[in-house]
T-cell receptor, first 114, second 113 residues
Framework: NAGVMQNPRHLVRRRGQEARLRCSPM?????VYWYRQLPEEGLKFMVY????????ESGMPKERFSAEFPKEGPSILRIQQVVRGDSAAYFC????????????FGPGTRLLVL | DAKTTQPNSMESNEEEPVHLPCNHS???????IHWYRQLPSQGPEYVIH???SNVNNRMASLAIAEDRKSSTLILHRATLRDAAVYYC??????????????FGAGTRLAVHP
């Protein structure tokens, strides 16, 4: 049973470009969470999605950031017009529905904005 | 969001037991106690979780105080691979839809050969 997969593992963008981060949850998991870890800081919750629905986006910056989890395919975290402050590690986690409590994390995407 | 308090750092010797404490005096009746760890340059890794009773798995044991205001993660025999930042996190049940994990600074565990 493959774990949570994220790609790319490393992403370099210039200021003003767009970054697309992908997360494939574990097989059978229908809940996805995105977290961000700025350099030398702790992980911060960004958004929680179920298939085709955003459940909690209280941690998402109001501008330039969006997330989706379509019926088919991976969850996408999209950052438009990246700035240097967006440089961070972005982790997704998945959860199995039906009363399970454990979120399983992927290896992360390390975004560097030049 | 319920908060937890952990020591910033701890040290252990290899093959000795390690007890990592966590205080959570404002825990609500339905909050689960989760422990995750993060090894350098990796994503967080689930360690264990519990609600009221002590829990054991292949990685660790979780001892929960009777009043649930504190808990202790126990690594029975520390290895070098256990050197990581350990996070104690409270979270409502996933069924409620508000179970985002709120990470604090955690405890940085150093394991000496």
């Amino acid at each position: 049973n493959a774990g949570v997969m994220q790609n790319p593992r490393h992403l370099v963008r210039r200021r003003g470009q767009e970054a697309r981060l992908r997360c494939s949850p574990m097989k059978g998991h229908s809940h996805v969470y995105w977290y961000r870890q700025l350099p030398e800081e702790g992980l911060k919750f960004m958004v929680y999605l179920q298939k085709e629905n955003i459940i909690d986006e209280s941690g998402m910056p109001k501008e330039r950031f969006s997330a989706e989890f379509p019926k088919e395919g991976p969850s996408i975290l999209r950052i438009q017009q990246v700035v240097r402050g967006d440089s961070a590690a972005y982790f997704c986690a998945s959860l199995e529905a039906g009363g399970k409590e454990t979120q399983y994390f992927g290896p992360g995407t390390r975004l560097l904005v030049l | 969001d319920a908060k937890t308090t952990q020591p910033n750092s701890m040290e252990s010797n290899e093959e000795e037991p390690v007890h990592l404490p966590c205080n959570h005096s404002t825990i609500s009746g339905t909050d689960y106690i989760h422990w995750y760890r993060q090894l350098p340059s990796q994503g967080p890794e689930y360690v264990i979780h519990g609600l009221t009773s002590n829990v054991n798995n292949r990685m660790a044991s979780l001892a929960i105080a009777e009043d649930r205001k504190s808990s202790t993660l126990i690594l029975h025999r520390a290895t070098l691979r256990d050197a990581a930042v350990y996070y104690c996190i409270l979270s409502p049940p996933a069924s409620g839809g508000y179970n985002k994990l709120i990470f604090g600074a955690g405890t940085r565990l150093a394991v000496h050969p």
